[in-house]
């Protein structure tokens, strides 16, 4: 079976099919709706074959589908029909569960993504776990505020590593976990991992992305 995941971002929508080699993208932002999503992923990847869709959502998804519009996109996220959209099987994963499915080795692992914003996931055993810790209490804003976007561009590299350090040791610390894999496009910015860690490629989003339709992949 050929796969096409979509992982959708605050900034870009990247897309990749099974037997492909290089992703596809194009731009996000607030403008985009669902609607305007399937319509240009459909122009996008016209000239691929492909029996079924994995899309990487950057919200809470339960059940299968989006139940919390995304803050960094359009609207009408919940309640849209995307099989009847894409005419394919579709199933629908938060966007750091499928990146840190498609990180995954073995026992604990917590993923963090250091990107527009904070995502979070937990494998244990490869069972995945979403998580939602990005807007829990930090100082005097959330974890979001210091090692998001937000949170390098306010207070500069040398602060946002720091505070990166910190909040990967108290979470660590709270999930005993095996190992961290931090992943997103800030990880660029860190200088040196802190201990525990291993970096996540983008890549591994689609890797993810394509495990969702393995037969022994994790029911989310």
Known sequence: MKVLVIDIGGTHVKVLATGRTTHREFESGLALTPKRMVSKVSKLVA???FDAVSIGYPGL?????????????????????????????????????????????RGKMLFLGLGTGLGSALIVDGMVEPLELAHLPYKKGTFEDYVGIRGLEQHGKRKW?????????RLTAAFVTDEVV??????????????????GKNANAFRGGFRMWEKDAPNI
């Open 47 to 49: 000239d691929w074959k």
């Open 182 to 199: 931090l992943g997103g496009g800030n990880v660029r910015n860190l200088k040196k991992l802190p201990t525990g860690c291993r970096a």
């Open 161 to 169: 590593r720091k505070y990166v350090a910190d909040v990967v040791a």
């Open 61 to 105: 998804v339960r059940q299968n589908r989006p139940v919390l519009e995304p803050w960094n996109l359009g609207k009408g996220w919940v309640g849209f029909n995307y099989k009847s959209a894409f005419k394919r099987p579709v199933k629908i994963m938060n966007d750091a569960a499928m990146q840190a499915l498609g990180s995954y080795r």
